[in-house]
């Protein structure tokens, strides 16, 4: 594990570059643009049609006792309004993610790998389309798997835990994908991805809890949420953008290092250059 913190040292050192702060700027205004469009076009229909399915098959009436019953009776009007917001948010995850791999992850590349791996072959193993295939792919699981832990936001800590290996598992599939894909051959890409995978794991499991904070927000103040939806959304889409650009970074240190090493190919880490 040691390189996964050294890893993460060199990414920290990364994220405080001026580029790369200036990197979150167009993933953000992209994602804002897009959400606005679709919630102007869609979130009252979606509404609508959550209650009518909340009222069809009794589910306002269970939550509503529920609620009564431990105290907690005037959240019952926004129950329909939260689970919306839950619905919506491993969207809002998927087209950060989609939209740093297109932005963001090139520059994140040549940053890394220009400056710190210049000796390292590129076998060009991947592309963007087929990281943007990989986050759908993904995102269709994770999006399954989301739709069966929303009854465990009832007890907010079992829900943040089932969220932050959701995240853990879609960010160490997705991200490595985009870290290696310049560099890796197809083949060394699956063999990286195979032994690696619990490494990566692990800087998922850290990016899911940094990740796993917007929802648990909206859960814990679930009136201020509704109220303050726009301003809840907008400063959660940046929090995304600014975790998967950190991610990225971590998962490029760590991915190219251990290319390097498979390849037993020099490859050069300049402790006396700045990041």
Same mark, same amino acid.
């Given at each position: ?6 890893? &993460? !040292? ?11 702060? %200036?990197? #979150? ?12 469009? %679709? ?20 589910? &306002? ?23 919306? @917001?839950? %619905? ?42 087929? !990281? ?33 290996? %959701? ?8 991200? #490595? ?7 890796? #051959? ?17 800087? !998922? ?10 929802? @648990?927000?909206?859960? !814990? ?11 809840? @959304? $907008? ?18 240190? &760590? ?9 037993? $190919? ?10």
């Amino acid at each position: 594990m040691r390189a996964v913190f050294h890893a &993460y !040292g060199r990414a920290l050192l990364s994220q405080f570059h001026g580029k790369i702060l %200036l990197l #979150s700027i167009v993933p953000f205004i992209l994602s804002v643009a897009l959400w606005a469009l %679709l919630l102007w076009l869609g979130l009252q229909p979606l509404l609508d049609w959550l209650h009518g399915h909340f009222v069809g098959f009794e589910v &306002y009436r269970v939550t509503s006792d529920w609620l009564q019953s431990i105290g907690l009776g005037g959240l019952r009007s926004i129950v329909v309004p939260l689970f919306a @917001l839950l %619905l919506l948010l491993p969207m809002m995850i998927v087209t950060a993610l989609i939209f740093i791999g297109v932005a963001a992850m090139p520059f994140i590349v040549r940053h890394v790998g220009g400056r710190h791996f210049p000796q390292l072959e590129k076998k060009q193993g991947g592309s963007i389309l087929g !990281g943007v295939l990989k986050a759908l792919g993904a995102f269709g699981v994770f999006l399954l798997a989301w739709l069966c832990i929303l009854p465990l936001y009832i007890f907010p800590p079992l829900a943040g835990l089932a969220t932050v290996l %959701l995240w853990a598992w879609l960010t160490s599939r997705v991200m #490595s994908y985009d870290a290696l894909a310049d560099y890796a #051959s197809p083949e060394e890409l699956a063999t990286l991805q195979r032994e690696h995978r619990w490494q990566l794991m692990s800087i !998922g499991v850290v990016s899911g809890l940094a990740g796993s904070l917007p929802a @648990l927000v909206w859960i !814990g103040g679930a009136a201020a949420a509704i109220a303050f939806f726009p301003i809840l @959304l $907008a400063a959660s889409i940046w929090v995304y953008v600014v975790i998967f650009i950190f991610t990225g970074l971590w998962f490029e240190y &760590y991915c190219l290092q251990a290319l390097a090493q498979l390849r037993h $190919a020099p490859f050069e880490e300049s402790l006396c250059q700045s990041d």
